[in-house]
Every structure is written in C-alpha cells, then in structure tokens.
C-alpha cells in the first residue's frame, strides 16, 4: 500500500499560504493520490470550537498552549491518523510548528514545556507507541512581517493574533526561523515576498526536489 505523507503549511499571518494549499491538494490528486485536506487550529468538530475560542476570546498564554495541543490531540486521532494509515496525502494548514511560533516566540511562553506538550500529544496515536508525529515536509511561507502587514491590512476583519502589532510578527519570524534551523531536513522554506506565479512554482519544486511528486507536476 501507498505510504501516507503528512504535509503541514507554516508562516506568519499574511504570508499567503492558503491559496497555495489547493493547489498542491490538486497537483497530488492529479498524481493518483487520495488528499486529506485539513486545518489546525481546527479539523475535528471538537476542535473547530476550540479554535472559536482561540481566536476571539481572551486568555492567558498557557491557557492558548493548552487549548491548541487539545484540539491537536482530538485531530491527530479522529483525522490524521486515520487518513495516513490508509495511505493519504495530509496537507495540514499549520501544526505544532506554530504553537511554538504563536505562543513560544510570540507571547513568550516556555518553549520546553511546549515540547513537553508536543511529546505528550503526539505520540502513543500510531502502531509504533514510540513514534512521535510530525509532519514529513514543512512547508514554510516565509516573508517580512512589513509585507505580511501590508497584504493584511487589505484583508477582511483580524482577529486576536492578526490584530498584533508588527512587533509581535517579528517575533514569530523568528520562531519559524529557529524551528527552520533546528530541523532543516523537515522545512522548506518559500519565498513568500515573490509574486504567486513564482511562490506556486517554488512549492512545486520543493516536493519534485523531494520526490514527492513529478518536476513537470501542475495543479
Ligand atoms: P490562520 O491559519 O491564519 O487561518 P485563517 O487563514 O483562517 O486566518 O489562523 C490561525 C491563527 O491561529 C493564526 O493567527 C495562528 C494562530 N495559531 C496559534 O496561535 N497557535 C497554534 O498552535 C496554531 C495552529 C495557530
């Protein structure tokens, strides 16, 4: 049977990822693969409420820690789990990579007991008890949070992170770039500052230069 891929879409808010999620879903379905496409926070109905309350309702950063690894517990076990077991393609929009972004670098909260909550929540869920899960590609928009801002400020309503002074996005920069630097063999990071042509190139590269899918593969 197909191996299942398990592919998570990391960058600070305003770095236009989602548009290119689709595509990569079609270019793998074009290929003959079955696509999970999912969303953290969120994916589960539990952790669809979670998210609500994540997004609009005020807390402290613990409790923001808290509330992201539950609902990543919830998906990991009802959605992504199941689908690489049966061999799927999962394009997560954003994982743990961005706990660790968002609450570590950004608010500031202990990223060792974030890798404490990381461990305990992402293992015991596959065959091997031992495995903790991770994405196999991380694919990282990456982007002056100056441009992010400015490609923000044309967009709809933010909410409680995109609502964070430029400040705040420096430093989630930051942590991005430092969960980059500590696992290189995982990112691959985009220029997300180019135009989408070249942005949707780049995406497709990243996976033909990993054999994950065909140099000529469109959506
Ligand atoms: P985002 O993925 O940008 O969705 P949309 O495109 O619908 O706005 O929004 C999710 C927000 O949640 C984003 O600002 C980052 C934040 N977030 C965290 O703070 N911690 C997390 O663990 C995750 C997964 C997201």
Known sequence: MTQGLFIS???IDGAGKSSHIEALAQAFRNAGRTVTLTREPGGTPLA???RAMLLHDSMDPLTEALLAFAG?????RCVIEPALARGEVVLCD???DATFAYQGAGRGFDLQVLAYLEKLVQTGLADDATLLRNP????WFDVPPKVAAERLAAARTPDRFE???EAFFERVAGGYADRAAADPQRFARIDSSQDRESVARQVMA??????????EARA
Do not use: C, S, Y
Not at 136 to 139: A, F, L, N
Not at 206 to 215: D, E
């Open 163 to 165: 609502a964070q002074p």
């Open 136 to 139: 196999d590609v991380t694919i």
């Open 48 to 50: 669809e409420k979670l």
């Open 206 to 215: 990243a996976m033909a230069a990993r054999g994950l899918l065909p140099a």
């Open 72 to 76: 990543r517990r919830d998906h990991l």
């Open 9 to 11: 879409f990391e960058g």
């Open 94 to 96: 954003r994982f743990t």
